[in-house]
């Protein structure tokens, strides 16, 4: 069956989902859940050392390194998945399983304490798999209910949704969090609710998105159900050195995402430690930088339409080049709201754009869009696993979360020299010879 492309209703239904799993963006990576884990994690006997399974570990070492497990695991997972689901031609129960896999797992975070750290990291991490699973199945609809000339547009709305029912969650959740003696519970019983409304709104939401997305796709049942996967990835990998542009933009935004996800995971452990800000100041920093966001996603997008998808991407990294300048020497006040209003800025504009850039960039006759996915999909978390895992090391190495700002700005520089080979312009040349 044909799918139509940009019928309102499809397209509603795909950006749905952004506002459905977006509150385990807001809500358990950045908001409340570090916040909490750092919380109990912290005791007069060891300090921020934890004792994870036998050894100890600095909190947000722990952390960051859950973070890169995350990642690692959704990396190696994500060519497999795809590969049964082209198999199988289900690609939407997919991304109904590992949506619910996520709800199911942040869900049971409401039984993290202080005696459940190792069990508390687990639940974490496979709230984490679930996530970065169901989008890779997510981000690969794009180029099949939309045309080109409206991708840009179509997926600055998706990540505008997903930040507005994340900031809603997140606003009825600190109301309890802040408010919490006033309603009789304890300030981690409430932080502990956050965690369970986060799954069943993800789960409750997931719903619309699954029975408006398109149901009947097209079987491929040639080769192993298992193993296509990687040869699916393997003949992408061709693919790739045969497009220059496609490849270029993957080294480059290797390299700035590196550096966007590590800020975005691990600003929260930064802000406490480094800047020694507060919790409801933390709080409310997050709420700015999500609501600057939204501006963030269409200001890029109107900024792509006039001067092409790789200069706005350029001007964003150089932007992400001056915070982490700026993080560097920030203090509390004035200059920390101006550094994380900056960040909100382009932390949403930069996503929007890579998904609707690579999407551009993909052979314009394929029909493998879970397979392009993946492969895109297995970049980003490979990214993230060495952004997280060096902020961790070096914050391991040297004692001081600073010195990670090092590494992550010159990722972000290193980002630019790949992006600037790329033709900034609406509509690329997909099949222009190496």
């Known amino acids: 069956m044909q799918t139509t492309k940009n019928d309102p209703k499809t397209i509603n239904a795909w950006c749905t989902y952004d506002w459905a799993n977006s509150v385990y963006s807001l809500t358990i990576t950045t908001a409340i859940f570090p916040e909490y884990f750092l919380g109990i994690t912290k005791n007069e006997a060891n300090g921020n050392l934890v004792n994870f399974f036998g050894f100890l570990i600095p909190n947000t070492v722990l952390y960051s390194w859950a973070v890169s497990i995350v990642f690692l695991v959704a990396a190696i997972l994500s060519p497999f998945l795809t590969s049964i689901a082209d198999y199988s031609g289900q690609k939407k129960s997919f991304m109904k399983m590992s949506c619910y896999v996520g709800a199911l797992a942040c869900a049971a975070l409401y039984f993290l304490n202080e005696?459940?750290?190792?069990?508390?990291?687990?639940?974490?991490?496979?709230?984490?798999?679930?996530?970065?699973?169901?989008?890779?199945?997510?981000?690969?609809?794009?180029?099949?209910?939309?045309?080109?000339?409206?991708?840009?547009?179509i997926s600055a709305k998706g990540y505008t949704w997903g930040y507005i029912g994340s900031v809603l969650l997140l606003i009825i959740n600190l109301v309890c969090v802040i408010f919490h003696e006033k309603?009789?519970?304890?300030?981690?019983?409430?932080?502990?609710?956050?965690?369970?409304?986060?799954?069943?709104?993800?789960?409750?939401?997931?719903?619309?998105?699954?029975?408006?997305?398109?149901?009947?796709?097209?079987?491929?049942?040639?080769?192993?159900?298992?193993?296509?996967?990687?040869?699916?990835?393997?003949?992408?990998?061709?693919?790739?050195?045969?497009?220059?542009?496609?490849?270029?933009?993957?080294?480059?935004?290797?390299?700035?995402?590196?550096?966007?996800?590590?800020?975005?995971?691990?600003?929260?452990?930064?802000?406490?430690?480094?800047?020694?800000?507060?919790?409801?100041?933390?709080?409310?920093?997050?709420?700015?930088?999500?609501?600057?966001?939204?501006?963030?996603?269409?200001?890029?997008?109107?900024?792509?339409?006039?001067?092409?998808?790789?200069?706005?991407?350029?001007?964003?990294v150089i932007v992400w080049i001056l915070i982490c300048c700026m993080g560097y020497v920030v203090k509390p006040g004035l200059s920390f709201y101006i550094l994380a209003g900056s960040i909100g800025f382009v932390m949403g504009g930069v996503q929007s754009l890579s998904r609707a850039t690579y999407s551009k960039l993909m052979p314009v006759d394929t029909k493998d869009h879970a397979s392009y996915f993946s492969f895109f999909d297995v970049v980003d978390k490979m990214s993230?696993?060495?952004g997280t895992f060096s902020y961790g090391l070096i914050r391991q190495m040297t004692g001081d979360m600073r010195n990670s700002l090092i590494a992550l700005g010159t990722y972000f520089v290193i980002s630019i020299f790949f992006l600037r080979l790329i033709p900034s312009k609406q509509v690329y040349d997909t099949q222009l010879p190496e």
Not at 118 to 141: D, K, P, Q, R, T
Not at 245 to 267: H, I, S
């Open 183 to 316: 309603i009789g519970v304890t300030v981690g019983f409430a932080s502990r609710l956050s965690f369970l409304t986060v799954g069943v709104w993800w789960f409750t939401f997931g719903q619309i998105s699954f029975m408006g997305l398109p149901k009947v796709q097209e079987k491929n049942n040639s080769g192993h159900m298992l193993t296509n996967g990687l040869k699916e990835l393997n003949k992408v990998w061709k693919n790739v050195q045969k497009l220059p542009l496609l490849k270029r933009f993957l080294v480059g935004f290797f390299f700035y995402n590196m550096g966007v996800q590590t800020v975005m995971y691990l600003a929260p452990l930064f802000a406490k430690e480094v800047i020694k800000i507060e919790t409801e100041e933390l709080i409310g920093t997050i709420l700015l930088i999500q609501l600057v966001a939204i501006a963030g996603a269409y200001t890029l997008n109107i900024l792509s339409n006039k001067v092409g998808n790789t200069k706005a991407l350029i001007i964003g």
């Open 115 to 153: 005696n459940t750290i190792e069990f508390g990291v687990l639940a974490f991490i496979l709230a984490g798999i679930g996530y970065s699973s169901s989008i890779v199945f997510y981000n690969s609809y794009l180029p099949e209910i939309a045309t080109e000339d409206q991708y840009d547009r």
């Open 384 to 386: 993230i696993v060495l």
